[in-house]
């Protein structure tokens, strides 16, 4: 059976290691970003896994998950938020090749998410999926028939920056508005807040977070009806890290999400919750990967028809 590393590169982590032909996940590990020392160290990291991995046996391709907007014919970072500095123009894809002469390809990492979900996660079956994001900011990427879609300009379903209210969706619904919208009403510190603490603080009945997640959540509901109404997916997954609070935010979604959307429409749409989660950018990589592999073995065989 055929191995590939996939790497999946985060702004505060890199998950990396070894998924078989079928899907199946060998090995897993993780090292720190670093992600201020810019886009050469990533790149470098990147190099220092593949060859790593391939001590442990022989790989067949390299399969990368990346933030960023991604231009997957050439595998190159073409747009980067200032998390990662200089990273725009590393080329993940040449510089596997010229090194190890392994093929590459690179996906961004909530496309991988939506891609992992819809193949093999908890949209598994669907035929449309729509894959919302919730952390720092708010992604989205839409699959139709276990294809992403892109757009004219590859930016389809940058939906965090949807004008909403006054605003945008992001600026509105992120997990972090969450946190500073509770430290700012309680005159505390970030050090003292995190998401995890203020469902905790929410579950004993504290107001105060309690309201700011309603707020969150009533933003989330608008937002995810206003998605539904333009692409009407079958079905749509709810991932990053806020996510992980399912038991709480599962019903307080749905209902948000029904206040919004008309009967026709919330009738036919499916909400649930991100399955894979840490695994989910490997997996969509290897995924990405081999629906490249399989294009480009298509358009080999249309060429010479």
Not at 131 to 159: H, N, P, Q, Y
Not at 203 to 226: F, H, P, S, Y
Request: glycine letters at 12%.
């Amino acid at each position: 059976m055929k191995r590939y590393a996939c790497i999946d590169i985060g702004g505060t982590a890199i998950k990396y290691g070894i998924i078989g032909g079928d899907g199946h996940i060998f090995s897993r590990r993780e090292m720190q970003t670093e992600a201020w020392r810019g886009g050469q160290s990533i790149l470098d990291r990147v190099l220092s896994i593949v060859k790593e991995c391939r001590r442990t046996g022989e790989i067949s391709g390299v399969c990368i998950s990346t933030a960023g907007v991604v231009d997957i014919e050439k595998g190159e970072i073409i747009h980067s938020a200032a998390l990662i500095p200089d990273y725009r123009g590393i080329c993940f894809k040449k510089a596997v090749w010229d090194r190890f002469r392994l093929p590459c390809e690179v996906e961004n990492d909530v496309n991988c998410a939506g891609l992992a979900e819809t193949v093999s996660g908890s949209a598994r079956g669907s035929s449309s999926v729509f894959m919302l994001t919730v952390g720092t900011g708010i992604g989205g990427c839409f699959v139709l028939d276990k294809k992403v879609f892109r757009g004219a300009a590859g930016s389809a379903c940058e939906v965090g920056y949807m004008h909403m209210r006054g605003s945008d969706f992001q600026t509105l619904g992120a997990a972090s508005i969450l946190t500073k919208k509770v430290t700012e009403r309680k005159g505390a510190s970030f050090r003292e807040w995190n998401g995890f603490r203020i469902f905790q603080e929410a579950e004993k009945g504290d107001a105060v977070c309690i309201q700011a997640i309603d707020e969150m959540v009533d933003v989330l509901g608008a937002g995810i009806a206003n998605i539904c109404y333009v692409l009407n997916p079958q079905t749509v997954v709810l991932g990053g890290g806020v996510m992980t609070q399912k038991e709480y935010l599962g019903e307080k979604i749905q209902a948000a999400v029904e206040r919004w959307l008309i009967p026709s429409v919330a009738q036919h749409t499916s909400l649930c919750f991100a399955q894979h989660g840490n695994a989910a950018g490997m997996l969509g990589a290897f995924y990405h990967f081999i629906s490249m592999t399989k294009k480009g073995v298509n358009e080999k065989n249309h060429d010479r028809d």
